[in-house]
Structures are given as structure tokens and as C-alpha cells.
């Protein structure tokens, strides 16, 4: 579902078009203030899951997920959960807190209204991502992540047509793409 098919979240449609560069504002002072009412609208979003979990019922939740997210593509209810966490990840970052101690947080604020505590253990092994690095590994044949993929997407180093012939046929002995969900393997770039 693309963001104009979809009702307003926390972005509205014209919001949504703006960052992804669709749109650009008649002046500077237009934009300053769309960014303004973005950024304020994110805050406020923020401070709202506190009312969802104390207060929106679990039949409410779980029919977010069974009307809502089971009736898109698996992938995009994917996507969509992975990027809202991986946004609070950098906003916990950016805020100076230990993600780990939010995460543990969070998991047992969930797990305690079913009357019971959780451990959370968080290891975070970080490695720097290169277009050359990741050139090797498709030489290679290795499998690559989505994320690195879209590394080399968005890399000035690697030019898309040579990035799209390592992808051009499954029967042609190029690397598998490991998207990390259960329908794991994708093959077409």
C-alpha cells in the first residue's frame, strides 16, 4: 500500500510526498513551517504510545492487526513494524539513552499485563558498510541483506546497472538476497 492509497498517520499525504522529495514549497518560510508541524506531530505521536498501552483495549490492538496489518502484504506489515522500531532506535540513540535499557523497559511494560517479567539481552555487534565490501561479497556469491542492498542503492560508488546485473536471473548463479523475514529469499531485483 503506498502512502497515498492510506489514510492520515502520523504524516498526512502532503507530508509524506514532501520528505520523500515529490513535492517542494512555494517558499522557504512554507517549508520551515512543514517541517515545524511534522516535528511536532512526531512528538505528539511519541507521547501517545503511552495512552495505547495503558489505555487502548487488547481486542483494539489485535484488530489492528487482524484488519489493518494482516490485510497488506506480509512484507510491508514487516517493513512498516522494523521501521517504526528502528526510528525509535535512533530517537533513543539521539536522546542519550541506552537502547537496551528502553528495549528491557518496554518489553516488560508489555509483559506485565499478562502478570510476568521478561529478560531482555541486546547484542549489538556494529561493522562498517563499504561499496567495495559489499562488491566482494557479490563477486563472491555471497547473500546479501536488504540493508545492504539498499546501501549500494544509495551509494555514489556503484552505479545501477552494474548493481542490477548481479541481480538479473535466479538461474544465472547470482547471489540470493536474505531479506531476513520467513519468506526469505529474494531473488529479482
Not at 536488504?146 to 551509494?155: C, D, K, M
Amino acid at each position: 500500500m503506498s502512502g497515498n492509497e492510506r489514510g492520515r498517520g502520523i504524516l498526512s499525504e502532503a507530508d509524506r510526498a514532501y520528505l520523500r522529495g515529490e513535492t517542494e514549497f512555494a517558499s522557504v518560510q512554507s517549508e520551515r513551517n512543514a517541517r515545524a508541524r511534522i516535528r511536532e506531530r512526531v512528538f505528539d505521536a511519541v507521547l501517545d504510545f503511552e495512552v495505547l498501552v495503558e489505555c487502548l483495549s487488547e481486542r483494539d490492538r489485535r484488530l489492528v492487526v487482524d484488519n489493518q496489518l494482516e490485510s497488506i502484504d506480509g512484507t510491508e506489515a514487516f517493513d512498516a513494524l522494523v521501521s517504526a522500531v528502528a526510528f525509535l532506535y535512533r530517537v533513543t540513540a539521539d536522546a542519550d539513552l541506552d537502547f537496551e535499557t528502553v528495549l528491557t523497559e518496554a518489553v516488560n511494560l508489555a509483559e506485565a499485563s499478562d502478570d510476568r517479567a521478561a529478560t531482555v539481552q541486546l547484542d549489538l555487534t556494529f561493522q562498517s558498510l563499504t561499496a567495495e565490501q559489499l562488491r566482494h561479497k557479490l563477486e563472491r556469491g555471497e547473500d546479501l541483506s536488504l540493508t545492504e542492498i539498499a546501501f549500494l542503492h544509495q551509494s555514489d560508488d556503484v552505479r545501477m546497472d552494474e548493481l542490477a546485473r548481479y541481480f538479473r536471473d535466479a538461474d544465472d548463479s547470482t547471489p540470493e538476497v536474505d531479506d531476513g523475514r520467513i519468506q526469505s529469499k529474494v531473488t529479482n531485483f
